[in-house]
C-alpha cells in the first residue's frame, strides 16, 4: 500500500548558514519563480502546531526557498531550540532534511498508512489553507518524508 501520491515538491535543507547554503542552491537551480500554489492563500480551517505530539507557538527560524521549473529547496536555518528542524541540524548538521510529497487526499489518510507502516508523526501543522506533517522516516532512508494537503 503506497501513500496517496508520490509527487515530490521540494526538498527541505535544514542548515546553520541560510546564505550560504541558498547560494549553493541558486547555483544548482537557478532562480525561477513559486509555482501557483505557494503564491496565494485562502483560509479554510483553524490553524495549529504540534512538535511530538504537543501544541506549540514558536518555531523561531529563517526561510528561503530556491525554485526551479518543476521543483524547489526550501532552506531552513532554525533559531530556536523546540522544534525539529532545530533537532534535525543539531544532529545530523547542514543536511537534506526532508522530501515533501503533494498528498491527493485527506492528510489522515496518509498519516494512518504512514503509523502503520512503523513511521510516526513528529510535526504536525495546519496551516489554514493547507496541512502538513513529517514523519520519522530517518533510521530507513536517512531523511524525513513530509505529506503535503493543500485545500
Not at 29 to 50: C, D, F, I, N
Not at 59 to 82: A, H, K
Amino acid at each position: 500500500m503506497a501513500l496517496s501520491s508520490t509527487k515530490i515538491v521540494k526538498a527541505i535543507i535544514v542548515t546553520s548558514d541560510l546564505e550560504k547554503t541558498v547560494s549553493a542552491c541558486r547555483l544548482l537551480l537557478g532562480t525561477g519563480s513559486a509555482p501557483e500554489e505557494e503564491r496565494e492563500h485562502r483560509m479554510v480551517r483553524t490553524p495549529y502546531t504540534k512538535y511530538l505530539g504537543e501544541e506549540i507557538t514558536d518555531t523561531p527560524m529563517r526561510v528561503e526557498s530556491v525554485f526551479s521549473d518543476n521543483f524547489w529547496f526550501e532552506i531552513i536555518q532554525p533559531l530556536g531550540d523546540r522544534d525539529p528542524w532545530a533537532a534535525w541540524l543539531k544532529e545530523h548538521g547542514t543536511s537534506v532534511y526532508s522530501v515533501c510529497l503533494l498528498s491527493d487526499g485527506p492528510l489522515e489518510a496518509d498519516e494512518e498508512l504512514m503509523e502503520k507502516a512503523g513511521f510516526r508523526s513528529i510535526f504536525k501543522q495546519e496551516k489554514g489553507y493547507e496541512a502538513y506533517e513529517y514523519f520519522d522516516t530517518a533510521d530507513a532512508l536517512g531523511m524525513l518524508v513530509e505529506v503535503k494537503e493543500q485545500y
